[in-house]
């Protein structure tokens, strides 16, 4: 136990001596280290953001939607004709979806309503869903202010609506919505609640739903139905464009994530018999989505170690450079040791310490400064829109998510302490087999 220490205390004397060139010498194990940790705190940030967005969308949700079949968009010299486009989800279609899962939690159905939705002179195109009070629960939604659709709203078909977070911000920036009316095409509705910020209005949450859902303003779908019938009109220069769609998303909660799959493939059976090749629908099922962006996910970190796996393979071949340049320059001192009765593996002991504490130490620093970057990105991009010189080259809503991991620290700490041992071992028995006669001859 004695000599070990001694050995240490000789090798960090050692270490000590050359300060500069130890520092130096640590810089890769550092930055790969930290170069490690980083990535993976960004790929692990981004998935992670990822996979709540898809999430938010219910792990056990399907969602079928109607859609523009490709042959509907129809051009006449250049110009877009007027014409009524009639497709996707119908009654029927609602109906042979409850009698197909009985066993549903819930079977949420959305009716777009409306063209515009106005209050005062403030207006933009409306966003307008008739639905039932189920959706808060199915679609995760959440009311700040206010509450929600009830039943009773739905039985009175009551001209009421809960509008999004940024509905509100744009109509009433300075005044509480709640009680205050707002017009959907010609019929006003009085606000009963605010909705939460969803927080899907950019990402893949957004490309999945196909719009920022704090936009949306939801409606009893009976009120819906008495006030609007199927009729949407989109107007725009020059030209109307108006869809007969009865119901424009359904969604089904299956009971649990086991059924999930198998629902969703009974689901497409019943509708592709009534939809053939899906042309008017598209199907989502969040849990599919899920799943993909999981492996998606551990192919990115798997690249991601390998990457920065390469500035450690630097860093131990520095070590290695170093220490044969050790040998060289210390072949009179490892002659006098033997001289003195130091065994090969005593010559070979020093030199190991020497390389591991250097690594060991040149690890933990890069523990340390890859902590430090990646909690500092989190909050340091957002800020950098509001730089005077690269601030316009930037867009404003930038955002670099990171999400620190304990089997990183842990792994690319292990990794470099390895790595110093590793390639010290072919420097230390070089030092160890040097012939101590000639060592000491050695000027």
């Known amino acids: 136990m004695q000599l070990l220490l001694e050995t240490i205390r000789l090798g960090l004397s050692n270490l000590r001596l050359q300060m500069l060139r130890s520092i130096l010498t640590a810089l890769g194990i550092i930055f790969g280290v930290a170069a490690v940790i980083t990535m993976v705190a960004i790929g692990e940030g981004k998935t992670a953001q990822a996979l709540a967005q898809i999430e938010r969308l219910g792990a056990t949700n399907i969602i079928v939607r109607s859609q523009k079949p490709p042959e509907s968009t129809q051009q006449t010299g250049g110009q877009s ?14 109906e042979v979806i ?6 549903a939690e819930a079977i949420v159905p959305l009716k777009e309503v409306g063209s515009q939705v106005l209050r005062l002179d403030k207006r933009q195109v409306s966003q307008a869903f008739g639905t039932t009070p189920e959706l808060l629960d199915v679609a995760g939604i959440r009311v700040a202010h206010g509450r929600y659709l009830t039943r009773s709203d739905l039985e ?24 205050a009316s707002i017009r959907i095409d010609a019929k006003a509705f009085e606000v009963v609640g605010v909705m939460a910020p969803v927080g899907l209005s950019a990402g893949a949450g957004a490309a999945l739903v196909g719009r920022d859902l704090n936009l949306d303003v939801h409606v009893p779908i009976t009120t819906a139905r008495a006030a609007f019938g199927d009729m949407v009109v989109r107007r725009t220069s020059g030209s109307f464009q108006a869809s007969n769609v009865q119901i424009q998303e359904v969604f089904i909660k299956s009971p649990d994530r086991t059924t999930v799959l198998s629902d969703a493939n009974r689901l497409r059976r019943a509708m592709d018999i009534r939809h053939p090749r899906f042309e008017d629908l598209s199907l989502i099922v969040p849990y599919e989505l899920l799943e993909n962006a999981r492996k998606e996910a551990l192919t990115g970190q798997w690249i991601s170690g390998a990457i920065a796996a390469i500035s450690l393979l630097v860093g131990g071949i520095g070590i290695m450079n170093i220490m044969l340049a050790n040998v060289t320059e ?6 006098i040791r033997r001289a003195l009765g130091a065994t090969r593996k005593h010559i070979v002991s020093q030199f190991l310490v020497e390389t591991s504490v250097l690594s060991s130490i040149g690890g933990l620093v890069g523990v340390a400064l890859g902590v430090g970057l990646a909690l500092s990105l989190d909050r340091v991009v957002p800020l950098l829109p509001s730089l005077p010189v690269i601030g316009n080259a930037i867009p404003k809503d930038v955002e670099l998510p990171t999400l620190i991991s304990g089997w990183s620290i842990i792994v690319a700490f292990l990794v470099a302490s390895a790595t110093g041992l590793v390639f010290g071992i072919y420097p230390a028995r070089k030092a160890a087999q040097q012939d101590p006669i000639v060592a000491l001859r050695h000027d």
């Open 81 to 94: 004709r007027s014409f009524v486009q009639q497709y996707g989800l119908t009654y029927a279609d609602l």
């Open 156 to 179: 009175r078909q009551a001209l009421v609506c809960v509008i999004g977070s940024e509905v509100a911000e744009e109509f009433f920036p300075l005044e509480n919505p709640i009680g």
């Open 330 to 335: 210390r072949t009179r001192e490892i002659g």
């Open 98 to 103: 409850r009698e197909s899962f009985p066993g």
